[in-house]
Nanobody
């Protein structure tokens, strides 16, 4: 069974940076596309970024394009989300997700496997 564990969240001032990690276990990581999503209280889960299984294709949400970078290290079974120039509106619980069939997707229900999330709080 696929298990995902996020880490790297925390409190940061506006304009700062954080790098989130998502450790994958239970299956062959290089067979899975990975996605990052976030959810603030009272809002819908929002697409942040996605990367194909071997990292050749990446996709970003409009609100993070140019500031966030998604990557992966298949030798370490880990996906990353580098977040730069953080803004208070980036405050949310950040989740990583995995899917094997169909490639990277911007749609949350397309991912069958999810981590528990890591909190990112950006102060103004």
């Amino acid at each position: 069974q696929v298990q995902l564990v996020e880490s790297g969240g925390g409190l940061v001032q506006a304009g700062g940076s954080l790098r989130l990690s998502c450790l994958f276990s239970g299956r062959t990581f290089s067979s899975y596309a990975m996605g990052w999503f976030r959810q603030a209280p009272g809002t819908e889960r929002e697409f942040v970024g996605a990367i194909s299984n071997i990292g050749g294709n990446t996709y970003y949400g409009d609100s993070v394009e140019g500031r966030f970078t998604i990557s992966r290290d298949n030798a370490k079974n880990t996906a990353y989300l580098q977040m730069n120039d953080l803004k208070p509106e980036d405050t949310a619980l950040y989740y990583c997700a995995a899917r094997r069939i169909g490639g990277a997707s911007t749609v949350a229900p397309n991912y069958p496997y999810w981590g528990q999330g890591t909190q990112v709080t950006v102060s103004s």
